[in-house]
């Protein structure tokens, strides 16, 4: 059984940072491109970041320069750091995982971890 846990959300003043991660299981991690998305309320899920096996990875415009995705293929977990947090990086956040490489589509991911959510206040 494919499963994606998340972890790290939580309670952060705006200009602060937060790490969430995202530990994968029941799948062969080296097969499968990482997204990171985030929802926000009356929002669709968006993303945010995508990270393949073999290196190579992408960001949001409005995250590019604060977010970094990393993977630790050993622990099969992927890391979003999120640094210099705005009250609009507001959302639940989503991992995804996909064989291939990694796309900016949500309908392109089949399998979801259940979120966390992450508040910036101000």
């Known amino acids: 059984q494919v499963q994606l846990v998340e972890s790290g959300g939580g309670l952060v003043q705006a200009g602060g940072s937060l790490r969430l991660s995202c530990a994968a299981s029941g799948l062969t991690f080296r097969r499968y491109a990482m997204g990171w998305f985030r929802q926000a309320p009356g929002k669709e899920r968006a993303f945010v970041a995508g990270?393949?096996?073999?290196?190579?990875?992408d960001y949001a415009g409005s995250v590019k320069g604060r977010f970094s995705i990393s993977r630790d293929n050993a622990k099969n977990t992927v890391y979003l750091q999120m640094n210099s947090l705005k009250l609009e990086d507001t959302a639940v956040y989503y991992c995804?995982?996909?064989?291939?490489?990694?796309?900016?589509?949500?309908?392109?991911?089949?399998?979801w971890g259940q979120g966390t959510q992450v508040t910036v206040s101000s």
């Open positions: 990270s393949n096996w073999g290196g190579g990875s």
């Open positions: 995804a995982a996909r064989r291939g490489d990694y796309t900016q589509y949500a309908a392109g991911y089949d399998t």
